[in-house]
C-alpha cells in the first residue's frame, strides 16, 4: 500500500508538473506571436495615399503674381532711363493693371505711371499690379530701391597716328615716338602740338599721364 501510495503521487507531481510547462510554453508562444505582430505593424510601410498627401501639403503653391527685381540702370550724361513694370504670372492670370510710384528723398516725382524716365540718382520705386484669377481681383505690390547711376566719362580717343586734329573735347596729344617707352602727349601753345599726328587724344594732361605718357619739353 505504502509503494502504491508513492508511485500515484509521483504521478499526480508529474502530470501537474507537465501542465505547469506546457502552460508556461503557451504564455511564452503568445508573447512572441504578439511581439512579432507589434514589430510587423511598426515596420509596415505608410500606405501610398497618406505619402502622397505628405508631399503636395509639402510643396508651396506657387503665387499668381511675382514682381522681380529692378536692376541697377545707367545712363550717360543729362540722359535717363526708362523704368517699367517688372513681374512673372502664372497660367490663367489675366493682368488688369500695372503701375508704378517713384520717390526720391520725401517727394513723389511719378504716381501710377506704366513707365517713367529717371535721371540718374537714387529712388524708392513701388510696382503695384492688379490681376485677376478664377473671377477675382487681387492686388500685389513691391518697394525696392532703385538706383540709376552716370557711366563713367569717356577720358580718351584712339586715333590712328595719321590724322593732325583731335576730337573736341580731347585737346591733348599723345605721341608714342620712337620705343614704347617714348610716350609723350602736347597741349596747345607747344611748339610741336600742331604738327602732330597722335595716337591717342585726352581730356587734359592728368589722363594722359594716367595712361603712360610724360609732358613733352617743347
Given at each position: 500500500m505504502g509503494r502504491f501510495g508513492a508511485h500515484a503521487r509521483s504521478n499526480f507531481h508529474g502530470e501537474k508538473l507537465n501542465k505547469l510547462v506546457q502552460r508556461s510554453l503557451a504564455v511564452i508562444a503568445s508573447g512572441a506571436l504578439v511581439f512579432s505582430g507589434v514589430s510587423a505593424a511598426a515596420a509596415a510601410p505608410l500606405p501610398a495615399s497618406i505619402s502622397s498627401a505628405s508631399v503636395v501639403a509639402a510643396k508651396k503653391k506657387a503665387p499668381a503674381v511675382t514682381i522681380k527685381k529692378i536692376g541697377t540702370k545707367t545712363v550717360k550724361g543729362s540722359a535717363k532711363a526708362t523704368i517699367k513694370p517688372s513681374y512673372s504670372k502664372a497660367k490663367n492670370v489675366k493682368i488688369k493693371s500695372a503701375?508704378?510710384?517713384?520717390?526720391?528723398?520725401?517727394?513723389?516725382?511719378?504716381?501710377?505711371?506704366?513707365?517713367?524716365?529717371?535721371?540718374?540718382?537714387?529712388?524708392?520705386?513701388?510696382?503695384?499690379?492688379?490681376?485677376?484669377?478664377?473671377?477675382?481681383?487681387?492686388?500685389?505690390?513691391?518697394?525696392?530701391?532703385?538706383?540709376?547711376?552716370?557711366?563713367?566719362?569717356?577720358?580718351?580717343?584712339?586715333?590712328?597716328?595719321?590724322?593732325?586734329?583731335?576730337?573736341?573735347?580731347?585737346?591733348?596729344?599723345?605721341?608714342?615716338?620712337?620705343?614704347?617707352?617714348?610716350?609723350?602727349?602736347?597741349?596747345?601753345?607747344?611748339?610741336?602740338?600742331?604738327?602732330?599726328?597722335?595716337?591717342?587724344?585726352?581730356?587734359?594732361?592728368?589722363?594722359?599721364?594716367?595712361?603712360?605718357?610724360?609732358?613733352s619739353k617743347i
Amino acid at each position: 500500500m505504502g509503494r502504491f501510495g508513492a508511485h500515484a503521487r509521483s504521478n499526480f507531481h508529474g502530470e501537474k508538473l507537465n501542465k505547469l510547462v506546457q502552460r508556461s510554453l503557451a504564455v511564452i508562444a503568445s508573447g512572441a506571436l504578439v511581439f512579432s505582430g507589434v514589430s510587423a505593424a511598426a515596420a509596415a510601410p505608410l500606405p501610398a495615399s497618406i505619402s502622397s498627401a505628405s508631399v503636395v501639403a509639402a510643396k508651396k503653391k506657387a503665387p499668381a503674381v511675382t514682381i522681380k527685381k529692378i536692376g541697377t540702370k545707367t545712363v550717360k550724361g543729362s540722359a535717363k532711363a526708362t523704368i517699367k513694370p517688372s513681374y512673372s504670372k502664372a497660367k490663367n492670370v489675366k493682368i488688369k493693371s500695372a503701375l508704378l510710384k517713384v520717390v526720391k528723398g520725401k517727394k513723389t516725382i511719378a504716381s501710377k505711371k506704366k513707365s517713367v524716365k529717371l535721371a540718374a540718382g537714387t529712388y524708392k520705386v513701388t510696382t503695384t499690379v492688379k490681376y485677376q484669377l478664377k473671377g477675382k481681383t487681387s492686388t500685389v505690390k513691391k518697394t525696392q530701391t532703385l538706383l540709376v547711376k552716370k557711366a563713367a566719362a569717356k577720358r580718351s580717343v584712339k586715333m590712328n597716328g595719321k590724322a593732325k586734329n583731335c576730337p573736341a573735347g580731347y585737346p591733348v596729344k599723345g605721341n608714342r615716338t620712337g620705343s614704347q617707352k617714348e610716350w609723350k602727349y602736347h597741349v596747345k601753345g607747344q611748339r610741336f602740338y600742331d604738327i602732330t599726328k597722335p595716337e591717342e587724344c585726352f581730356k587734359t594732361g592728368s589722363d594722359a599721364r594716367k595712361a603712360g605718357y610724360r609732358a613733352s619739353k617743347i
